[in-house]
């Protein structure tokens, strides 16, 4: 069971964002869990792997199950867990070109029509623009084609 | 990779104990994942069917990496996550005893001297007194004694 982790800083209403070479997608900086870390480790190592900054007060928006299928959605082959954080500042000035593909500055309402995969979309935009954590399971081709999503929130407090 | 959830209901300044018959240690009600669910969705779940009675909100208030080594805490035997809800009230009543052991209702503050895991402790601690949510990785030997923990946490909006 993988155990990946990203991180999206928010800055001067710019994201961070890298653009992958291979389809032209956009993902937030980040990686694979090293055994005995916690999630928070994994966001700030990862983060500072792939950008050369360090990111302030990383604070976690969403955990995702991800569900990968054969096209007809009835097979699984393989499921792991997505643990998305925020920042809203970062020590240093991040690299512009990585052997992950090309890190760039774009306004945070490009996280709307960016191309990137369509559960990151749903990812993103909740982690720059809602109060809490957001839950969920996103079902993908092998192509990375989303056939599902069930989505659940909360925030502090509520009901409280 | 294991992945275990969770959950403290916290009412009228008690809280929703599972007291185990092995150890005679508290526990909060929870269990494992099922393929395919959220955190959420487990959290929900595995609480209603401890407990007969169904968590009103639940918010998630940690997420731990769980680490069990040999006695020399050298050589890594197991790891596991997990993920910890609060909730501030439920539907219907719980069952008194279940297949698991006995559901007692006791003050906050016995959480402090109750009979349970160190790590639990701290967990639970958190989960019912600070704000925010709460990162770390726990050590423990095949026994269940703690040998180290390392902790972060984040709360909501710090340092926007």
Redesign the interface.
Known sequence: ?Q?IVNLLVVKDNHVLLLKKPRRGWYVAPGGK?D???????TAVREFTEETGAKP?????KG???M?ITDESGES?KD?W?L?TFT???LDGTPFETTIEGVLEWHPVESLQTLPMAEGDRTNLLFAVSE???Q???F?YTEEFKLLRE?I?K???G???
Chains 1, 2 share one sequence.
């Open positions: 069971m155990r869990m055994p005995g870390e916690s999630i928070y480790e302030v007060k990383p604070q976690l955990i995702y199950t569900v699984v499921e867990m643990h920042a809203f500042d109060l809490g954590i839950y969920g399971t079902f069930v659940q909360s925030v502090e509520d009901g409280q």
